[in-house]
């Protein structure tokens, strides 16, 4: 640790310690908003879909959460997950949260949050929340959790360089969902509401009246699907955390893009020959189907799945292209496939293989491709970018706040990297409704 640096504890730098306030969350605003344990995941709150409660003006005032305040789950699987609040907005938090509000004479919040996200805090909340089917911990136990703090000013240069990347990851997704939003918003003009094709003559089909010259076909007589497997969980040697081929879960599915990248765990190469897993071919669009259903992915390299995924790989006669596929799986209404209750368990592979897809004549398929395809293009570059951004991090992160490497050192290439990025940001793309 640098000489300059000192070491508190975590209760030493907050100048209060409480437990949230108990009481049942309400749709209707009814007074502040309340901060549950299920809205502080992944670093960010959603502030639109927290919920109201009632509260006197006392317990509003006790109970009050400001910026700068940091918020930890105290029970359950989420044990240890925090958040700095960054909003000025009119909240309390709940019983299963404990607030601490920090010293800022002593400690800047926003560094003491990057801490909190660190491999060192992980790794002290696993030491102390216990095994048990419920794990917990109390506010003694967070309080006894050692930071080591650089001056003030470093402090907060520190955060703001960290922030500046988290920022740029932050306007990457927000840019990704509004090029997906314009994609999917064509798609349904064209092809779900087909207004561009109204003055043109319709036919029956098994989806209703289409423009006439198009066809509805079944995904299985367009794509060759194949389902991803699982070989032997009591064989661990055929998985691994980080190498092999990548091997995709729902989960993975759930923490993509429109792309995905990166996986959770690998397989072998003698588990693909031995238990002859399926290769998923890049530009392949994936969709899961079992527990949870109609999860869809563009596969960016040569991968694999478990047998709750499906990959549509075309055939030699492509009809239909990927982005349209994509979009086209990601409108469909899967309840339609089986009843809302039992929807996770109805859906399997004859039935995906059997949904009905509908197939615009070439001239239009080939024109909605050119005027989404930028799109996509844009969205996948903005998706490598995050993962490059989010390495710098995650690397840079351990470092900085143990001293090992000062922030000059890096704070250049940092820069450099952010700026370099800008020209995503200023890049557009306009859709022709």
Same mark, same amino acid.
């Given at each position: 640790?640098?000489?300059?640096?000192?070491?508190?504890?975590?209760?030493?730098?907050?100048?209060?310690?409480?437990?949230?306030?108990?009481?049942?969350?309400?749709?209707?605003?009814?007074?502040?908003?309340?901060? &549950?344990?299920?809205?502080?995941?992944?670093?960010?709150?959603?502030?639109?879909?927290?919920?109201?409660?009632? #509260?006197?003006?006392?317990?509003?005032?006790?109970? $009050?959460?400001?910026?700068?305040?940091?918020?930890?789950?105290?029970?359950?699987?989420?044990?240890?997950?925090? #958040?700095?609040?960054?909003?000025?907005?009119?909240?309390?938090?709940?019983?299963?949260?404990?607030?601490? *509000?920090?010293?800022?004479?002593?400690?800047?919040?926003?560094?003491?949050?990057?801490?909190? &996200?660190?491999?060192?805090?992980?790794?002290?909340?696993?030491?102390?929340?216990?095994?048990?089917?419920?794990?917990?911990?109390?506010?003694?136990?967070?309080?006894?959790?050692?930071?080591?703090?650089?001056?003030?000013?470093?402090? $907060?240069?520190?955060?703001?360089?960290?922030?500046?990347?988290?920022? $740029?990851?932050?306007?990457?997704?927000?840019?990704?969902?509004?090029?997906?939003?314009?994609?999917?918003?064509?798609?349904?003009?064209?092809?779900?509401?087909?207004?561009?094709? %109204?003055?043109g003559e319709f036919i029956d089909s098994e989806l209703g009246p289409i423009p006439k010259g198009w066809?509805? *076909?079944?995904?299985?007589?367009?794509?060759?699907?194949?389902?991803?497997?699982?070989?032997? &969980?009591?064989?661990?040697?055929?998985?691994?955390?980080?190498?092999?081929?990548?091997?995709?879960?729902?989960?993975?599915?759930?923490?993509?893009?429109?792309?995905?990248?990166?996986?959770?765990?690998?397989?072998?190469?003698?588990?693909? *020959?031995?238990?002859?897993?399926?290769?998923?071919?890049?530009?392949?669009?994936?969709?899961?189907?079992?527990?949870?259903?109609?999860?869809?992915?563009?596969?960016? =390299?040569?991968?694999?799945?478990?047998?709750?995924?499906?990959?549509?790989?075309?055939?030699?006669?492509?009809?239909?292209?990927?982005?349209?596929?994509?979009?086209?799986?990601?409108?469909?209404?899967?309840?339609?496939?089986?009843?809302?209750?039992?929807?996770?368990?109805?859906?399997?592979? %004859?039935?995906?293989?059997?949904?009905?897809?509908?197939?615009?004549?070439?001239?239009?398929?080939i024109e909605f491709n050119k005027q989404v395809q930028p799109n996509f293009e844009q969205i996948k570059?903005?998706? #490598?970018?995050?993962?490059?951004?989010?390495?710098?991090?995650?690397?840079?992160?351990? $470092?900085?706040?143990?001293?090992?490497? &000062?922030?000059?050192?890096?704070?250049?290439?940092?820069?450099?990297?952010?700026?370099?990025? =800008?020209?995503?940001?200023?890049?557009?793309?306009?859709? *022709?409704?």
């Amino acid at each position: 640790m640098p000489k300059n640096w000192k070491t508190y504890k975590l209760e030493e730098i907050s100048t209060d310690v409480s437990y949230g306030y108990t009481e049942s969350a309400s749709l209707e605003e009814i007074g502040p908003k309340f901060l &549950r344990i299920t809205d502080i995941q992944n670093d960010y709150i959603d502030w639109h879909t927290v919920p109201y409660c009632k #509260i006197s003006e006392k317990d509003l005032i006790k109970n $009050k959460l400001e910026i700068g305040d940091i918020v930890i789950a105290r029970t359950g699987n989420s044990t240890g997950a925090t #958040i700095c609040v960054k909003d000025n907005i009119n909240a309390v938090f709940a019983s299963y949260l404990i607030r601490f *509000r920090i010293n800022q004479e002593i400690a800047y919040p926003f560094y003491i949050d990057y801490i909190l &996200r660190s491999v060192y805090w992980k790794n002290y909340v696993n030491a102390i929340k216990g095994g048990s089917a419920q794990p917990g911990a109390n506010a003694k136990q967070f309080g006894d959790f050692d930071l080591n703090l650089p001056p003030l000013p470093e402090q $907060k240069a520190i955060a703001n360089i960290l922030s500046a990347i988290d920022d $740029k990851i932050e306007n990457n997704l927000a840019i990704n969902k509004t090029l997906e939003d314009m994609a999917m918003a064509l798609y349904k003009h064209w092809f779900v509401d087909f207004g561009p094709f %109204q003055d043109g003559e319709f036919i029956d089909s098994e989806l209703g009246p289409i423009p006439k010259g198009w066809e509805v *076909r079944k995904v299985k007589d367009i794509f060759n699907i194949t389902i991803g497997r699982t070989p032997p &969980r009591k064989q661990p040697q055929w998985f691994s955390k980080d190498n092999g081929v990548k091997w995709i879960s729902i989960k993975d599915l759930g923490n993509s893009g429109s792309y995905i990248f990166e996986t959770s765990e690998f397989l072998t190469e003698d588990a693909v *020959r031995k238990f002859r897993v399926p290769i998923i071919a890049s530009n392949t669009v994936i969709l899961s189907f079992k527990l949870t259903v109609g999860r869809v992915a563009i596969v960016t =390299e040569n991968m694999l799945s478990n047998e709750a995924i499906a990959h549509f790989n075309e055939k030699e006669k492509a009809y239909l292209s990927t982005e349209y596929l994509y979009l086209y799986l990601k409108n469909f209404d899967f309840n339609s496939l089986g009843s809302t209750s039992s929807i996770a368990t109805a859906v399997n592979s %004859q039935t995906i293989k059997n949904i009905d897809c509908l197939i615009p004549k070439e001239e239009h398929k080939i024109e909605f491709n050119k005027q989404v395809q930028p799109n996509f293009e844009q969205i996948k570059n903005n998706q #490598i970018e995050i993962q490059t951004l989010s390495a710098l991090r995650d690397t840079l992160l351990p $470092k900085l706040i143990s001293g090992e490497v &000062r922030l000059k050192e890096f704070k250049e290439q940092i820069e450099s990297v952010i700026v370099s990025k =800008e020209r995503t940001t200023q890049k557009k793309t306009s859709l *022709r409704t």
